[in-house]
């Protein structure tokens, strides 16, 4: 006679930190609130006049490192229109200008696609809202984008395209809460 099965319990999609990890972290940048792979709203920002978001860059050819700076209304605006009216066709998918993403010419050598963000060895360090506003979240490893989705609750497993693609509407969403739709 066969016994019967008990059904395996699944383990909670909101994974616990291991022990000496806190959920709460210093603020890494001004435009970044105490928690982990989180950005403050768009009207927080604007309101406390946080209007321009900036960021570290290197270019790979002459090794110079320097500072870009974006406009957060602007730029923000630009994304979340993108996203707006290409949403369905991206089934869930990153498209490839953010897999691949075009990067500005250096400054200093003029040489375009030398130029990259520089991305924190610690990721809770990760400067998300300039790498997004400069659409250059394509530049991290799929590990950062992992790291961003598992504490922001999202699903992380997948190809790096679907995990890059929660990454940009995970922090749309941060940034406008009451934005006209959900992940």
Not at 153 to 159: C, K, V
């Amino acid at each position: 006679m066969k016994q019967p099965r008990f059904p395996r319990s699944r383990r909670h999609p909101q994974q616990a930190l291991r022990s000496g990890k806190s959920t709460t972290i210093p603020a890494p940048y001004p435009w970044a609130p105490t928690r982990r792979a989180a950005v403050h709203s768009l009207h927080h920002l604007l309101s406390n006049g946080m209007h321009k978001i900036s960021g570290r860059v290197e270019c790979k050819r002459c090794e110079k490192e320097y500072e870009i700076e974006y406009d957060l209304q602007e730029k923000f605006l630009e994304i979340a229109s993108f996203i707006s009216e290409n949403k369905d066709a991206m089934h869930d998918r990153a498209p490839a200008s953010w897999m691949n993403p075009i990067v500005p010419n250096c400054k200093f050598c003029d040489r375009g696609s030398f130029v990259r963000p520089v991305i924190m060895k610690k990721k809770r360090s990760i400067n998300w809202l300039f790498l997004l506003l400069g659409q250059m979240l394509g530049c991290c490893r799929i590990s950062q984008l992992k790291y961003f989705c598992k504490h922001t609750g999202n699903h992380r497993t997948g190809a790096k395209d679907r995990v890059l693609y929660l990454t940009y509407l995970g922090l749309r969403k941060q940034l406008d809460p009451e934005g006209p739709f959900d992940l």
